[in-house]
């Protein structure tokens, strides 16, 4: 058991910067270090900082030429699930700390809903890069927008079952 608390919030940012670091953060070397094996796998296979690169200077019609779609794919699943792992199990040495001596603690899962969202919103825009005319600017604002909806129907849905 953990003999300090952690911060969810600086577990998630940490995963945000690079999926693995909020888990290395929890002491989760080996999950940490799958993470960041998978991230740079698929950030390599996927030409995703070439094309982020070209989006950035305008260059949106090459941005498109170099991004492997199919492995691109995969990036905001790993990016998703490193950010909310991270901060579920920050979530969950706090409840293990506060409760010493209960084998089982009580479990929630945090922001479900919004992982769910920017997964799909990502994935969509990734696969939709004609909207906004970059793969990069189509994942992260249309994966925004689903993180905002997933999180939004996962309170409603809470709101609903906390009646009953």
């Known amino acids: ?32 270090f799958v993470l960041m094996a998978l991230e740079v ?7 995703l900082n070439l094309a982020i690169y070209h989006t950035f200077r305008g260059e949106l019609h090459q941005a498109h030429q170099v991004v492997h779609y199919n492995w691109g794919l995969f990036y905001p699943s790993i990016w998703g699930y490193g950010m909310w792992q991270a901060y579920n199990q920050s979530a969950l040495i706090n409840d293990q700390l506060r409760v010493k001596g209960i084998h089982e603690p009580f479990k929630k899962a945090y922001f479900t809903g919004m992982l769910f969202g920017l997964v799909a919103g990502m994935v969509i825009g990734l696969f939709f ?34 009646r009953h």
């Open 129 to 162: 890069s004609f909207i906004l005319h970059s793969p990069v600017y189509s994942g992260l604002v249309i994966g925004v927008v689903g993180a905002i909806i997933g999180h939004l129907l996962e309170k409603f849905i809470y709101k609903i079952i906390s």
């Open 1 to 32: 058991m953990k003999t300090s608390y952690r911060s969810p919030w600086s577990a998630l940012l940490w995963s945000f910067v690079l999926p693995g670091f909020g888990q290395f953060y929890n002491g989760q070397f080996f999950l940490g």
């Open 41 to 47: 796998i698929i950030n390599t296979y996927s030409g």
